[in-house]
């Protein structure tokens, strides 16, 4: 193989050496004496060899190859899958749909290599996952540059971080007893929880599969919390009207969540987090559905026999509705009422000042009350008829990292910034003060050409959710997401810019603290004709209650503004339909608004026109749905207020800012370094 490849080779031979056993352990493998269980081999393959990877079926046209033929350079260490190279396109891959050819290897002589090209007849099938894992979309211009390969020292410190590969199949988990332990605690909650009953299949009848699905949970600070095997159906075999019926199931909005944090400081009470271990057990059928026996635990004799289901299995396309039924019925029963603007929270009132507060993420849990006596109670009720760990005080919350004082709260997402610098390998990257260029505007077509869809994608995504406590970066991610159809270089290029911003950045989060008589408040502002593909304007907005935040948004309009003051107004409309949601929330949570609800503006005439109908020439096109902000105005929920563009704190989500712009607007929405901070106590 060309010298090229020797920083493969080498992350390669280091991988191998930490699943090899070797004295300084006493003839342990490294995996194992740091993870506690015997590394799996079954996936090692001959370095150099052939590999036929599969194309994606959106990646292909009707008559083209289903696979490629690559060669295989190694493990990837940040996600499932093997490093494959393309010699055709000198593209790097990485992918799980391969099949191997470990006889055979790649002539790398020009004269042979167009030899094999011409004759390339790839075969159509391979060993495939029933998860198939995402592969990067090649670009089929073969003179596009080629990628940079990564220097030896950065794929050495990569593999050091030994990688915990998660079975895939039943055979691979059956040999380690952590997976055996976790398979057998998953069948005893379903024998527990009564799920199903063994017996013949009736006619007419078909039984859905069933598979295991393995997977090992860490902690904030990367360790390895528990090892979980779940049993899933396969849903997908589902016919609609026989095996189910209503699938929909509500899911807390993080808004919810950061009110609910926003609400707990003032009140100077902790949050406390409930896990619910196999939810979706516990839920209860109404259809008569059968599934196969698992594999690994066939009942002796009865082989044939399939499990009648009279609860739900994960996988099924009605378990969440059914878990939601099951768990809102029971909040219920306990005297909870629910949200009539977010299904997932539940209030419970006793007195004047006695309230317990819950919000449901699915499984998850999160909880705050004024009352101490009513919180062991609920404690009490909810342990007594579901099996669930008692997580203490909040800490971490779907990926939300949570530290907790009275008064205080500091929530991040660190691991998770973390993990996604070093997943598109921007670790020890040149870092930038700011997530973008102020002269740089994004367009459709801006000739720079194609670039990785799939890659992009899964950027632009990933940076989506770290967005949940990082509003300094959400005017960006939403800017680089309007281009996720046909995306170019300069759009990767904007969208690791704000990966780069974030890997300098990753100890930031959001502040909480308790000031005395909080109240909501709004900022509200627009570009115009920001978009220069069609020219819409964007809108930006964020409320705070108190001096925390807990709404902000970046969205453009979905109608074309005719001057800055149609723009401000739409966008002042739209902060006033999120204000109303807030203040209703507000109200169930016993934190009633006294009065109006200041929205800040830096544009007079909006704020003349939501004041009084008066501008009737220039204002008569727009749409009645934007007057909205006007009835608000007259019946005393909404205050129109001017600022200065100086002191507009929405401004860093309508356009691109200078540093020190930037950097004032990020301290106002009191995104700080947590770093610097140390803990909440400081």
Known sequence: M???????????????????????????TPFEAWFGMKPSVSHLRVFGCIAYTLVNAQNRKKLDAKSEKCVFLGYCVQSKGYRLYNPVTNKIIVSRNIMFDETASWSWSKEREEEEEGNNEQPQTGTRSSDPMPTTNQIQNS??????????????????????????????????????????EEMRAIEQNQTWKLVEL???????????????????????????????????AQQQGIDYEETISPVARFETVRLLMAVAVQLKQSIYQFDVKSAFLNGELIEEVYVEQ??????????????????ALYGLKQAPRAWYSKIDAYFQKLGFER????????????????????CLYVDDMIYFGTNDAMVREFKKQMMSV????????????????????????????????????????????????????TNEKLTTIDGTGATDVTRFRSLVGGLMYLTHTRPDITHAVSIVARYMQNPTKQHMGAAKRILRYIAGTTSYGLWYNAVDGPCLTG???????????????????????GTSIITWSSKKQTTVALSTTEAEYSAVTSAACQGVWLRRLLEELSCKEKGATILYCDNQSTIAIGNNPVHHNRTKHIDTRFHFIRDLIEHGVFELQYIS??????????????????????????????????????
């Open 294 to 311: 698992p594999e690994g635990f066939e009942v002796k004799g009865k082989e044939n026999w399939v499990y009648r289901l009279s609860k």
């Open 386 to 437: 579901f099996e669930m760990t008692d997580l203490g005080e909040m800490h971490y919350f779907l990926g939300l990292e949570v530290e907790q004082k009275e008064g205080r709260i500091f929530v991040s997402q660190r691991k998770y910034a973390n993990d996604l610098v070093t997943k598109f390998g921007l670790k020890g990257c040149n870092l930038v003060q700011t997530p973008m260029n």
């Open 645 to 682: 563009t100086n002191q507009q704190i929405a401004d860093a989500l309508t356009k691109p800012l200078t540093r020190e712009k930037f950097n004032w607007c990020r301290d106002m929405m009191n995104v700080v370094d947590f770093g610097s901070r140390g803990s909440v106590e400081n």
């Open 143 to 184: 003179e596009k540059p080629v990628k940079k390969m990564r220097s030896i020292q950065e794929l050495y410190e990569a593999t050091q971080v030994l990688y915990v590969a998660d079975p895939l199949t039943y055979e691979e988990a059956a040999d380690k007893k952590e997976w055996i332990d976790a398979m057998m």
């Open 523 to 545: 900022y509200s502002d627009s570009d115009w004709a920001g978009d220069i593909d069609d020219r819409k304007s964007t809108t930006g907005q964020v409320f705070f209650y």
């Open 2 to 28: 060309p010298n090229q490849f020797w920083a493969e080779a080498v992350a390669t031979a280091v991988y191998i050496l930490n699943i090899s056993p070797t004295k300084a352990v006493m003839n342990m």
């Open 202 to 236: 009736p006619e007419n009848r078909t039984a859905i599969g069933v598979k295991w699905v393995y997977k090992t949970k860490f902690g904030a600070d990367g360790s390895v919390l528990k090892y979980k095997a779940r049993l899933v159906a396969k849903g997908y």
């Open 339 to 358: 949200s009539k603007n977010e299904p997932n929270l539940y209030v419970k009132r006793k007195g004047e000042k006695g309230l317990v507060a819950v």
